[in-house]
């Protein structure tokens, strides 16, 4: 079962700085987008900023550019570079990971699956 697991999260001071990371597992190999979502109270969740299996390709909210980085650490690690945080950036940040799974076993045989995987969250909180 894939599984993607964050952390990093925390409370800051506005103009403080987080990392994120995520670490995704329970699969032989992937070729998968990954990224960053957010969800404040009240409101629906959105994107952050999303990353291509290679780490070419990268997309960010406007309200995020030039403030977040996301890059990856490895094929199956995603961090996110959080800096100049407002207090609207408080929110629960959820990882995604969105494409084809590789599942190999013991005899040699390998499977793929088109999964869409959330992480369970981590929460960022932006107050002096």
């Known amino acids: 079962q894939v599984q993607l697991v964050e952390s990093g999260g925390g409370s800051v001071q506005p103009g403080g700085s987080l990392r994120l990371s995520c670490a995704a597992s329970?699969?032989?190999?992937?070729?998968?987008?990954m990224g960053w979502y957010r969800q404040a109270p009240g409101k629906e969740r959105e994107e952050v900023a999303t990353?291509?299996?290679?780490?070419?390709?990268t997309n960010y909210a406007d309200s995020e550019k030039g403030r977040f980085t996301i890059y990856r650490d490895d094929t199956d690690t995603v961090s996110l570079e959080m800096n100049s945080l407002k207090p609207e950036d408080k929110a629960m940040y959820y990882c995604?990971?969105?494409?084809?799974?590789?599942?190999?076993?013991?005899?040699?045989?390998?499977?793929?699956?088109?999964?869409?995987?959330w992480g369970q969250g981590t929460l960022v909180t932006v107050s002096s």
């Open positions: 329970g699969f032989t190999s992937s070729n998968t987008f």
């Open positions: 995604n990971a969105e494409g084809v799974f590789y599942f190999g076993d013991t005899g040699g045989a390998v499977r793929w699956e088109q999964l869409e995987v």
């Open positions: 990353i291509s299996s290679t780490g070419e390709k």
